[in-house]
T-cell receptor, first 115, second 115 residues
Framework: SAVISQKPSRDICQRGTSLTIQCQVD?????MFWYRQQPGQSLTLIAT?????????ESGFVIDKFPISRPNLTFSTLTVSNMSPEDSSIYLC????????????FGPGTRLTVL | LAKTTQPISMDSYEGQEVNITCSHNNIATNDYITWYQQFPSQGPRFIIQGYKTKVTNEVASLFIPADRKSSTLSLPRVSLSDTAVYYCLVGDKNRYGGATNKLIFGTGTLLAVQP
């Protein structure tokens, strides 16, 4: 299994500002994923982040709004830029299992409220 | 990736067996069926995965008919702590033969267990 931590666990931000969310894994993983979960909704994949390459974004998400860094095999950041109240969500990172494991492992999430 | 359809919510009582059915009419030959559980304020957690027939682990059973166009997650003797949202996902295995790389979450089923 993989243990994932996220910082901050929650934050309240003003419109127009940016927030960087950190995701730390206790083991080296190739692929990391960032999801958004709006209040009362399911999870939506934002992007896939491989170490050493540009993140791959899903339809409806762009790098200028959600820049992602992946400097090494245990760490990634997601920045929510120029925030508006519509960005209020829980942001989660996840990692794939290695060597044949069936599951992905998720972090606890970062609850973001934009005023 | 195949789309899934699940009931929005289900109610049950402690000690009962709960069966949650998921439809995935467009499942591809290489797709596996995976179920995740999500408690409030937590990231999703893997429950079980299968390809066909029946899979059982210490938590649940997964029944998949021959045509694979649906699947049923069975939770034996639920308790209050099983109250959560349950997601059914379908997708291909990753390059390690493990969990699918890209998880596309549907609406999920909110299971409410009452005393």
């Amino acid at each position: 299994s993989a243990v994932i931590s996220q910082k901050p666990s929650r934050d309240i931000c003003q419109r127009g500002t940016s927030l960087t969310i950190q995701c730390q894994v206790d083991s080296q993983v190739t692929m990391m994923f960032w999801y958004r979960q709006q209040p009362g909704q399911s999870l939506t994949l934002i992007a896939t982040a491989n170490q050493g390459s540009e993140a791959t974004y899903e339809s409806g998400f762009v790098i200028d709004k959600f820049p992602i860094s992946r400097p090494n095999l245990t760490f990634s950041t997601l920045t929510v830029s120029n925030m508006s109240p519509e960005d209020s969500s829980i942001y989660l990172c996840s990692v794939e299992a290695r060597h044949g494991g069936d599951e992905q492992f998720f972090g606890p999430g970062t609850r973001l409220t934009v005023l | 990736l195949a789309k899934t359809t699940q009931p929005i919510s289900m109610d049950s009582y402690e000690g009962q067996e709960v069966n949650i059915t998921c439809s995935h009419n467009n499942i591809a030959t290489n797709d596996y069926i995976t179920w995740y559980q999500q408690f409030p304020s937590q990231g999703p957690r893997f429950i079980i995965q299968g390809y066909k027939t029946k899979v059982t682990n210490e938590v649940a059973s997964l029944f998949i008919p021959a045509d694979r166009k649906s699947s049923t997650l069975s939770l034996p003797r639920v308790s209050l702590s099983d109250t959560a949202v349950y997601y059914c996902l379908v997708g291909d295995k990753n390059r390690y033969g493990g969990a699918t790389n890209k998880l596309i979450f549907g609406t999920g089923t909110l299971l409410a267990v009452q005393p």
